[in-house]
């Protein structure tokens, strides 16, 4: 037996510093590898454009988009580029496009 293997397997050290310390048989919840049914690990669906994916996982939030971005954006959603507010297809992400002097400006942010 190595000791790599020892301390992997048979080490459990402080049992107030283990974090699995509620289980007696000393299993991981996360551990989807010793789970019937996974179900404590988040699912995480892929939007079609990645900024409004980003948007939706919470890293970002009031992004403006203009030009090619923004006509990238709606054309992923199949929407027409029309002055509003508008729900990107199912993502909980709306789109508020206003007319300025350079030209259509959009807003992403979470509903």
């Known amino acids: 037996m190595t000791y790599k293997r020892f301390v992997l397997e048979y080490y459990k050290g402080d049992p107030l510093l283990n974090p699995k310390m509620g289980s007696k048989t000393n299993k991981d919840p996360n551990n989807v590898l ?9 699912k995480e669906y892929d939007h079609k454009h990645p900024i409004v994916d980003k948007i939706c996982r919470g890293g970002a939030n009031n992004v403006p988009v203009q030009g090619q971005v923004l006509q990238s954006v709606l054309k992923a959603y199949g929407m027409a ?31």
């Open 34 to 42: 010793q789970r019937k049914h996974a179900n404590t690990v988040n």
């Open 81 to 111: 580029p029309e002055v509003g507010s508008k729900v990107l297809g199912n993502s909980q992400v709306s789109i508020t496009i206003k007319n300025t002097p350079r030209g259509l400006m959009g807003t992403l942010n979470k509903r």
